[in-house]
């Protein structure tokens, strides 16, 4: 298939990040074999056929990501999956909530999202919260404590029984206040003879681990405002107002761009590292890799709908922008280095 002018506006961008200045995100790098063609002194042609079948075949659509950060109020985070604890239980829910082929490319999408999404959440749970560590057994009963009554108010019927619920209430609070300054003074003299016993055994990494802590947090941290800010300028590509006349490539190359098999997508599925973060649609890579076959049977009905339609669902033109601290005052947003959470099933059709 020879490369058609209608797809010069998708090879520019993606010919832009083989250049020496690649972008931020790793994930967002193009395949080895097109970077070491592209660097070659080979024809242009041959080039631009080369990228059309890459687009084609893989519809890189990269550069036009919508890349936020994530914030404090992001969803539960799922617990590190553990499928071989439950295998049987997984995959018969898994099973149970499969669909049958939907009608459009976004409802075939959504069905799989909400399948994977709520087999964990009932099979595996989301992550619990953990308190301090410095947190005693007694004041954990006393909040518990507060708790029910806390729970008390709001189930009480007469005003009276209001009024005596809140003053047992205000009471407990008192006492878990309490309970809980005693135990952070009881940790904080525990970090000081630590700090006094590196001092004497010359333990320095013991010394200023155990200062820090101490010292807290001090530095203002920077807020998601500031990081779009920053990010926005190196990822935001406007479109070109002339784009160049790229020739044609004269001959077809021997790129086999029919639509993934269930033997490649199979093949991907294994290859994806577990314990990796997930991206924007909160599906871990355990989840795909519990079981292949239903998985890829799922995948293969989506990534045909995706190739005969020739776009993607619009949770994969989205990722979420992470930032990860490097050396000097973490106050400015320059001493951070970004990196994108992708979709996992989007990895895959890659």
């Given amino acids: 298939m020879l490369f058609s002018c209608k797809y010069a506006a998708l090879a520019l961008p993606i010919l832009a990040f083989t250049s020496a200045s690649d972008p931020p995100c790793s994930s967002m790098m193009l395949p080895r074999y097109v970077k070491v063609f592209t660097s070659s002194k080979s024809s242009l042609s041959i080039v631009t056929g080369l990228v059309h079948a890459v687009l084609y075949r893989r519809l890189l659509l990269f550069p036009f990501c919508i890349l936020r950060p994530t914030t404090a109020e992001a969803t539960a985070t799922l617990v590190v999956f553990s499928y071989d604890l439950q295998p049987n239980a997984y995959d018969k829910a898994l099973h149970d909530q499969l669909k049958e082929e939907e009608t459009t490319r976004e409802d075939n999408w959504k069905g799989i999202k909400e399948a994977l999404i709520s087999m964990c959440q009932e099979v595996l749970g989301l992550k619990k919260h953990h308190h301090k560590e410095w947190i005693s057994i007694k004041t954990l009963d006393r909040i518990k404590e507060r708790k029910n009554k ?5 189930n009480s019927r007469t005003q009276a029984e209001k009024v005596q619920t809140q003053a047992e209430y205000i009471e407990e609070n008192k006492q878990v206040k309490k309970s809980i300054r005693a135990d952070k003074k009881k940790y904080v003299k525990e970090l000081a003879m630590g700090v006094e016993k590196a001092a004497r055994d010359r333990n320095m990494k013991q010394l200023f681990d155990t200062a820090k802590e101490l010292a807290g947090k001090y530095s203002k941290p920077t807020t998601a405002e500031q990081m779009v800010e920053y990010f926005e300028e190196p990822l ?7 784009p160049p006349d790229i020739e044609v490539a004269h001959t077809d190359l021997p790129i086999d761009v029919n639509p993934p098999t269930t033997e490649e997508i199979r093949m991907a599925i294994r290859q994806i590292r577990s314990g990796k973060a997930e991206g924007p649609d909160d599906i871990p890579a355990e989840a795909l890799k519990s079981d292949i076959e239903v998985t890829t049977n799922m995948l293969y009905l989506l990534f045909r709908k995706i190739w005969e339609e020739k776009q993607v669902p619009m949770d994969w033109k989205e990722g979420h922008l992470v930032k990860i601290p490097k050396k000097g ?8 280095r970004g990196i994108t959470l992708l979709s996992i099933p989007e990895k895959v059709f890659n």
Avoid: F, V
Avoid at 150 to 154: D, H, L, P, S, Y
Avoid at 329 to 336: H, I, N, R, T, V
């Fill in 236 to 242: 935001k590509r406007p479109a070109q107002m002339n």
């Fill in 329 to 336: 005052d973490l106050s400015k947003c320059e001493k951070y």
């Fill in 150 to 154: 806390k729970t008390a108010i709001n």
